[in-house]
Structure formats: structure tokens, C-alpha cells
């Protein structure tokens, strides 16, 4: 059994799964409870609480992180998505496998020389992202074409049914013990809404796979860069406007 629980006042953010047996629900819920009593409510005057402010009020940044002595890139592209109940969550599912595996393995991986790139939709964004990477802003030239790649349908229906293939994949994996419910838990998808998402996948046309790709992928749609790199490479993004993090402090113009 999975059981949510949540405390109180200052805590009642704070939610809790559990795997147990269903003869020990009540023992182990009894138990956490009281042990989150006697959680402080504050135990730091830094306020950690969470920011609830409309996702769409929050203002994009393009962010340079320096590391010194370091060889290599990681570069993300991340755009608004949609919540995991939307209509929309199977199709840019779908459009994420798709970008991974026939467009951004091959232009960032194989021919720019990254260990590894891809897309993910996920915790309501669209996300982009190569690692140890030996470039920078010709990766995020590539992020720009391939948002044009998927909006322009330049793949073939082989192709998008290989992405339906891997999203479904990814769905019907065993899943251990101590990992069920977990999904509901976090995700927040009952049963029907994860069926429901299940068929999205299943039905998805390439014509609605443009379709969001052209809505998500804009650049009119809320979305930011971050890349962590060589302080040799400040400057480069100094001038560029982004704002530069060197260790933890922050410098540049918000």
C-alpha cells in the first residue's frame, strides 16, 4: 500500500509516500506523523518555502555558469510545457523522443562531438540539454534548428512511429514494488488520466506533433538557456547578456 500524508501549519507543503504492507499502515502512519510533529516548522532563517507564483510570471533568464578548468559544456534550452494531465503531455511526449533520437543525437552527438543530447518533457516544461560538450552556442544554434525541423515536419511517419515506440516503452517498463503508486504520487495522474495519456500517445498525428512543436518551440513561448562552461568562455556570454555565476556568485544584470 502507498499512503500520502501531510503535516501541518508552516509543514502542510510537505507530503509523504510510503510502501508498506496494508497490515502496517496504520503502525507506520501513526509513527511518521508523529515524527513529523516534531519537525520545527522553521529550522533556518533562509526562507525555503516554495515560490507559488504563476509559472507564467516568472521572467525568463539565459544564465552562464564558469567552472573553472573545465573542458567541456552543458548546455539546456528549457520552454513551458504543459502539466502531465493536458491534452498536450502525450503529443510533446512524443515530440521529445522524436527531437532526441532523429534530430539532436545526430547534429549535437555525432557531428558536434557531445558525450550525449536529447529532449524532455517533463514537470511541465519542454527541455533541451547536451553534456560534455565541446560547444556552446553552436549547440544552442542546433536547439534553434531543430524546433524549426519538428514545426516543418521534415521527419518521416517511420520515424514518429519509432518516438510512439519509445514513449510507450518508457510506459510499460516493469515496475518494482517499492516504486508502485509512486506515479499518481508524484505526477498527481489518477488511473484514467494515466490511460487517457496512454492513448494520446497511441493517436498522436504528425500533423498535432507540428502543431505543438510550432506552439511550445516559439519563441514567443516563456523559455530560457543555461550553460555551464570554462571561465575562458565568460566573456563570450558576458557579451551575449547573459547573467554569469562563478561559483554561486552571481554577477551581470538581471
Known amino acids: 500500500a502507498v499512503v500520502s500524508t501531510q503535516s501541518t501549519g508552516d509543514r502542510s507543503l510537505m507530503s509523504v509516500a ?8 496504520d503502525e507506520v502512519v501513526d509513527a511518521l506523523s508523529e515524527l513529523l510533529r516534531r519537525i520545527p516548522d522553521r529550522v533556518s532563517s533562509k526562507d525555503y518555502s516554495i515560490d507559488t507564483r504563476p509559472f507564467t510570471s516568472i521572467s525568463a533568464i539565459n544564465e552562464f555558469i564558469e567552472v573553472q578548468n573545465l573542458g567541456v559544456n552543458f548546455c539546456s534550452r528549457s520552454f513551458r510545457g504543459a502539466p502531465a494531465a493536458h491534452p498536450d503531455s502525450p503529443k510533446l511526449s512524443v515530440l521529445a523522443a522524436l527531437l532526441s533520437s532523429k534530430y539532436l543525437h545526430r547534429e549535437v552527438r555525432e557531428k558536434g562531438g557531445a558525450y550525449g543530447s536529447g ?18 552556442t553552436a549547440t544552442l544554434d542546433v536547439f534553434d534548428r ?56 497511441l493517436s498522436v498525428t504528425r500533423q498535432e506533433v507540428m502543431d505543438v512543436a510550432a506552439r511550445y518551440l516559439s519563441p514567443d513561448n516563456l523559455h530560457g538557456n543555461v550553460v555551464v562552461g570554462s571561465e575562458t568562455e565568460t566573456s563570450k ?16 544584470t538581471e
Do not use: H
Open 237 to 252: 556570454f558576458t557579451d551575449l547578456g547573459y547573467l554569469i555565476d562563478a561559483f554561486g556568485k552571481k554577477t551581470g
Open 146 to 201: 531543430a524546433a524549426e525541423w519538428a514545426t516543418e515536419g521534415a521527419f518521416t511517419d517511420q520515424q514518429l512511429n519509432e518516438a510512439q515506440i519509445s514513449v510507450m516503452g518508457k510506459q510499460d517498463a516493469p515496475v518494482a514494488p517499492g516504486s508502485r503508486g509512486l506515479s499518481q504520487f508524484l505526477g498527481g495522474m489518477d488511473l484514467d488520466q494515466r490511460r487517457a495519456y496512454r492513448a494520446g500517445v
Open 18 to 25: 510510503i510502501n508498506t504492507t496494508p497490515s502496517q499502515v
Open 119 to 136: 529532449c524532455v518533457a517533463s514537470n511541465q516544461a519542454l527541455s533541451f540539454f547536451s553534456y560534455r560538450d565541446p560547444n556552446n
